[in-house]
């Protein structure tokens, strides 16, 4: 019965090439995970990159594996390291590869109308924001004809979900698990811009409550700012557009009226969408 018994724990012991084969996918997709993550926390940085402290708080790695994962990245050409500061940044080959598909997200396509005619309704600043993993992304911004502007963000600029007017929005749209799930992820991020899981949490229930979310301080003093949610034909929000303006010009009854139009534009957006 013991050899019995021995021979059967025996035949059951995953071989060596068995167990190679199961863990080596899970530690291949988890390195591709961490230079992803690595890759935002740079883009974020724009021209001006990112010391490496920054990227190793932000990540939550180790400052050896971000470390490694930099100098690949170097020597694959799609991150490059300023000689004068130091700093790491997103390389020449990046919008290379990035021509690879010239042509416009249907998203895109579909919102130049309604960011045409909101902008020329509303007069300031109008921006479109998607959303790429657990960032915003600024795609696309209108100049409208008011003598101030508020131009508190600039095309390309990317930020942690959460942390602007327009990425509250898109995570108010999201099922709470959802939501909480990504803003937990983002925690470390958010000490670079002055907030915390409570305060982003709290602005996700007022947006849902409202139906858009509105920020009485902008990313720039003085300025407010009103954001609605876009969402694709399988319910999830991709995206939301955003008005940003010096406070007197957003008061109570304005502010009405713009969400308005940034929600009757967020809706023919979806509709373009839908096909």
């Given amino acids: 019965m013991n050899c019995g018994v021995l021979v059967h724990i025996m035949d059951n012991r995953p071989s060596r090439k068995a167990t190679r084969g199961t863990l080596e996918p899970r530690q291949g997709a988890q390195a591709i995970r961490r230079a992803l993550a690595v890759?935002?926390?740079?883009?974020?940085?724009?021209?001006?990159?990112?010391?490496?402290?920054?990227?190793?708080?932000?990540t939550g790695l180790t400052r050896p594996t971000v470390h490694r994962i930099v100098h690949v990245l170097i020597e694959e050409g799609i991150v490059e390291r300023h000689d004068r500061t130091?700093?790491?940044a997103i390389g020449n080959q990046v919008?290379?590869?990035?021509?690879?598909?010239a042509r416009p997200s249907r998203l895109l396509v579909a919102a130049n109308p309604s960011l045409r005619r909101a902008s020329a309704?509303?007069?300031?600043?109008?921006?479109?924001?998607?959303?790429?993993?657990?960032?915003?992304?600024?795609?696309?911004?209108?100049?409208?004809?008011?003598?101030?502007?508020?131009?508190?963000?600039?095309?390309?600029?990317?930020?942690?979900l959460g942390v602007s007017s327009a990425g509250v929005a898109i995570l108010a749209a999201m099922p709470a698990q959802d939501a909480r799930k990504i803003v937990a992820a983002n925690e470390k991020r958010f000490e670079a811009y002055q907030t915390?899981?409570?305060t982003v949490m709290s602005?996700?229930?007022?947006?849902?409550?409202?139906?858009?979310?509105?920020?009485?301080?902008?990313?720039?003093?003085?300025?407010k700012s009103i954001s609605t949610w876009i969402k694709t034909p399988d319910g999830q929000p991709a995206a939301a557009i955003t008005v940003s303006a010096?406070?007197?010009?957003?008061?109570?009854?304005?502010?009405?009226?713009?969400?308005?139009?940034?929600?009757?534009?967020?809706?023919?957006?979806?509709?373009?969408?839908?096909?």
């Fill in 246 to 275: 010096v406070r007197t010009r957003l008061g109570p009854r304005r502010e009405q009226e713009v969400a308005e139009i940034l929600l009757r534009e967020a809706r023919i957006i979806e509709q373009v969408i839908r096909g």
């Fill in 203 to 223: 602005q996700i229930t007022d947006a849902r409550r409202r139906g858009y979310n509105m920020r009485e301080i902008g990313l720039v003093q003085g300025t």
């Fill in 121 to 160: 309704e509303i007069g300031d600043t109008l921006f479109l924001t998607v959303r790429t993993g657990n960032d915003t992304l600024c795609v696309d911004r209108r100049i409208g004809v008011y003598p101030i502007q508020v131009l508190s963000i600039e095309v390309g600029a990317r930020r942690p």
């Fill in 95 to 101: 919008p290379e590869l990035a021509l690879a598909r």
């Fill in 196 to 198: 915390d899981i409570a």
């Fill in 39 to 58: 890759l935002r926390i740079l883009a974020a940085g724009r021209e001006d990159g990112v010391p490496l402290a920054e990227v190793v708080r932000a």
């Fill in 86 to 88: 130091g700093r790491y």
